[in-house]
């Protein structure tokens, strides 16, 4: 089964914050995240491993809790960049990658 | 600009035609991986390749048929593909294939397909 992404869409101000979510009902070793703008390529943001660690990408941020099966990516004071399709992805069985549906960010002026 | 170099960007093609889709890096990564994209949906992994061998097919209908010449090149073959075969394909490598899922992939701009 896929991760489950929450929200499915956000909209933003520029400098409000967000948090999206990512769950899965399978025990996580890790989690990616990725951004894809539209008509462009997924970019990797960063990978979650197990430990409950946290990390930073600028002013994007991450953290993994790996009993609660779920992580949380964290946009700081967004800014019209950051708008696009955030997916997060995991291990399941012997596929590399499976992603959730995504959840749509729309940051406005 | 991506490291990871997919030709055609565009594609369309009939239901009788032969084409192929290309992808291309120079980061020295040794996994290759293909990936078909609906509208609005995340990519959904289609293929597989650690060291040049083709290690994970996701039950792909054979009328796709992969090829990894070398460590550098991937191929798609397209042979009598459906409708519903329209789609974004994309490229991604990663350092190699880690059987945790540890390895950040690095995806290619996609070919955007059409069959008629």
């Known amino acids: 089964q896929q991760p489950v992404q929450s929200p499915q869409a956000v909209i933003l101000r520029e400098g409000e914050d967000a948090v999206i979510n990512c769950s899965s009902s399978?025990?996580?070793?890790?989690v990616h995240w990725y951004r894809q703008k539209h008509g462009e390529a997924p970019v990797f943001l960063m990978i979650l491993l197990k430990g409950g660690e946290q990390k930073g990408h600028d002013k994007i941020s991450a953290s993994f809790n790996e009993k609660k099966q779920q992580s949380s990516l964290y946009l700081t004071a967004s800014q019209l960049s950051y708008s696009g399709t955030y997916f997060c992805g995991t291990i399941l069985g012997n596929t590399p990658l499976v992603f959730g549906k995504g959840t749509r960010l729309s940051v406005i002026a | 600009d991506t490291e990871v170099t997919q030709t055609p960007k565009h594609l369309v093609m009939g239901m009788t035609n032969k084409k192929s889709l290309k992808c291309e890096q120079h980061?020295?990564?040794?996994?290759m991986y293909w990936y078909k994209q609906k509208a609005k949906k995340p990519p959904e992994l289609m293929f597989v390749?650690?060291?040049?061998?083709?290690?994970i097919n996701e039950s792909v209908p054979s009328r796709f048929s992969p090829e990894c010449p070398n460590s550098s090149l991937l191929n798609l073959h397209l042979h009598a593909l459906q409708p519903e075969d329209s789609a974004l394909y994309l490229c991604a490598s990663s350092p190699w294939a880690d059987p945790l899922g540890n390895q950040p992939q690095h995806f290619g701009d996609g070919t955007r397909l059409s069959i008629l």
């Open positions: 399978k025990a996580l070793y890790s």
């Open positions: 390749y650690s060291y040049e061998k083709l290690s």
């Open positions: 980061m020295g990564h040794r996994a």
